[in-house]
């Protein structure tokens, strides 16, 4: 599917998804639904542009931004939806999405959501923060992610890992969690930078990073990973 990325002109889209055979939606920075597989669409009002979304275990979940085109964005929200529906409610994470700062990121692995986090408000001077809840977003646990605030990243998650594609400049990393995000390793370093990572097969152990004409697989991590820069809670 598509990637979606920064503000662009109001009412386009830019990002098909689908949650199952009747319910979908087109976004980025707009957001139109159906509930009857595509034979109708309708516009849905949240309070900005919408920059990523993602559904699973019969919840949609928006990620939204305060943007200005040509201007970056000022502020970053996350609001979830049952499938079925336009219902949607603000979820309360434990530290601001602001901005300006790269898009975060967002992933979902049934009931776990995961957003990267790349603003300073967490403390983090250097790497950005991966917020993870297991419970629906009941509950938010804080890590240190392999990603720099200044440069962002993607995730993607598969049956049993958090896979994190990092750009570092003039090259990118792509990393596998140990747990289901509680700790993330190296699992690669490709020469050219990434435009997509994503899992692979039923195991969910492969990752797959496309990079300028390149493709290249990740297998087994390298070493253990940084700590998380907080205990669960």
């Known amino acids: 599917d598509n990637q979606p990325g920064g503000p ?14 009747r319910d979908g939606w087109v976004f980025g920075p ?13 516009p849905v ?6 920059l990523d979304l993602a559904a699973a275990a019969g919840q949609v979940w928006v990620l939204g931004g305060t943007c200005e085109v040509d201007k970056g964005c000022t502020g970053y929200w996350l609001e979830r939806s049952p499938v079925g529906r336009d219902d949607f409610s603000p979820v309360t994470l434990p530290v601001p999405l602001t901005g300006p700062a790269p ?13 990267l986090d790349n603003s300073a408000s967490t ?8 917020l993870a809840s297991t419970d629906g977003g009941a509950h938010f646990s804080r890590y240190e992610a392999p990603c720099t605030i200044d ?17 570092t400049g003039t090259l990118s990393g792509v990393w596998r969690s140990a747990a289901r995000g509680a700790a993330v390793a190296p699992g690669g370093t490709p020469r050219a930078p990434l435009a997509g990572v994503g899992a692979l097969g039923g195991t969910g152990s492969v990752a797959g990073a ?16 940084p700590p998380p820069a907080a205990p669960p809670r």
């Open 8 to 21: 662009t002109a109001v009412g386009a889209v830019s990002a098909v998804r689908f949650a199952d055979a």
């Open 30 to 42: 707009a957001l139109y639904a159906t509930h009857d597989g595509g034979g109708s669409w309708h």
């Open 45 to 50: 009002s949240l309070p900005g542009q919408v």
């Open 103 to 115: 898009v975060p990121a967002l992933a979902l692995q049934g009931p776990a959501v995961y957003v």
């Open 123 to 130: 403390g983090q001077q250097y790497h950005s923060t991966l």
């Open 151 to 167: 440069l962002g990243g993607r995730l993607t998650a598969g049956p049993a890992h958090l896979w994190a594609g990092c750009p």
């Open 210 to 225: 496309v990079g300028r004409g390149e493709a290249h697989r990740g297998g087994n991590p390298l070493g253990g990973g």
